[in-house]
Structures are given as structure tokens and as C-alpha cells.
């Protein structure tokens, strides 16, 4: 592989790592862009649109939090946790872990919809505020005809699933700093399966590229990388 063909493959490889929120990273500066078009009950469903200072573009968004409020256009920093350490979550207690387990299985129900379904969208995120607000709704309270469009079926959902460890390791938790407002929010990151394979893709087109240019041959291929 030539140097140019190097160096344009480790450019696609930073893009591909740097596209998704850093998991490592301790802090992070969020600014909401975006609460949608959803509505239920008099305030906006997820989930919505955020940016993330040194993440490229927008990425999706779900409050956990219906005590505190959120404005588009604010700005603030945050604590980043992940699973399944919660180490600067804003619900703690003896139930944390079991609480943000059924968050999270419940944000990436809702992430899956696609904005798809609003009346289950609706249930979805009245259910995941009132696993730590139960004063949100009433979890008898539906917003459609379905069983899945109900808030009390997808916390009996949340509630009887089986977590193992691991499970949620694409999920992160932007946690303000401040004690009061803005809100605490979910975001999802791509699994690490999904990179390697997006990585593996890059990899193989750029030999096929320098294949076909004849720029290295197959047998020099490992070699030359």
C-alpha cells in the first residue's frame, strides 16, 4: 500500500471514531438543537437532537429526567458515565443499577423506533421518567389502542427483563453538572461490533483500491499495510 493510500485510510479511520461520542471521555459540552415534533401531555417526546463538542455533526437524544428542564439552544457541561460503573449518575440509591438497566432497555426501544410510531414513542418516554419521577404520568395512562402504547406495559416490560453485564455498553449518560437544570440525558453509540466491521470494510476497500490500481499485489498486501 502506497503512503497516500496509508494515510488516506488512517483519515477514514479517525472520521469513523470520532463520528460517535467518546466513551472514554470524563466531560463532555452538550448544546440541545432540537426537541422535535412530538408531543404528549403538553411537553416533547424523544428523542431529540443534540451536538457534542468534538463529535462531528448531530446525534440522538433521550432525557431521563421529567424533574428538571432543557432549553433548545442551551449549553452546558456534563459527566459522562457509562455501564456498568454509574459513576456520576444523577439517581443513585440501593436500586440504581436495576433503574438505569431498564432505562436503557427502554431508550434503545424508543432509539429503535425511528420516529416510526409516536403513540408507542409517547409510552416509551413517559415510562422512562417514571421509573425515577413517578409523579410524570400515570402508568395506566395509554396514548393509543395497543397494549404497547401504554406506560405501565413498557415498565412491566423493563421491570421483568433479565440484565446481564455488558448488555448496555453502547449506552452513555450526560449527567450535568450543576445539581438543578438542564435535564440528564441517554445517548446511544455504535456497538463495538458494528465498528470493527465498519473498520474491516475500510480496510478491505482500500487493498481492492490499491489491488486494482496495481499499486501492491495481493501477495504484499499484509506486508505493505
Known amino acids: 500500500m502506497t503512503k497516500a493510500c496509508k494515510v488516506s485510510l488512517l483519515a477514514a ?43 462531528p455533526g448531530s446525534v440522538q437524544v433521550i432525557c431521563d429526567d421529567y424533574t428538571h428542564d432543557s432549553y433548545v439552544g442551551e449549553t452546558w457541561t456534563a459527566n459522562v458515565s457509562s455501564f456498568p460503573g454509574l459513576s456520576n449518575v444523577r439517581f443513585t440509591g440501593g436500586s440504581e443499577t436495576q433503574n438505569y438497566d431498564e432505562v436503557a432497555y427502554l431508550a434503545n426501544l424508543l432509539f429503535n423506533l425511528g420516529g416510526t410510531d409516536n403513540a408507542q414513542a409517547d409510552a416509551l418516554q413517559f415510562a422512562i421518567w417514571d421509573i ?34 455488558g448488555e448496555f455498553s453502547n449506552i452513555l449518560i450526560y449527567t450535568p453538572q450543576t445539581t438543578g437544570n438542564p435535564q440528564e440525558f441517554i445517548v446511544r453509540t455504535p456497538e463495538p461490533g458494528t465498528l470493527l466491521l465498519l473498520i474491516m470494510g475500510l480496510v478491505g476497500l482500500f487493498l481492492l483500491n490499491g489491488v486494482k490500481s496495481g499499486k501492491i499485489s495481493l501477495a504484499r498486501a499484509s506486508k505493505a499495510c
Do not use: E, H, K
Open 13 to 55: 479511520l479517525a472520521l469513523l471514531f470520532s463520528a460517535a461520542p467518546a466513551a472514554l471521555a470524563d466531560t463532555a459540552t452538550l448544546t440541545l438543537t432540537s426537541a422535535g415534533s412530538n408531543v404528549a401531555d403538553g411537553v416533547y417526546v424523544g428523542p431529540y437532537t443534540a451536538t457534542i463538542a468534538g463529535t
Open 132 to 165: 425515577f419521577d413517578p409523579s410524570a404520568i400515570a402508568t395506566s395512562t395509554c396514548f393509543g389502542i395497543n397494549a404497547y402504547d401504554c406506560v405501565n406495559y413498557w415498565l412491566n416490560q423493563a421491570g421483568t427483563q433479565t440484565y446481564y453485564a
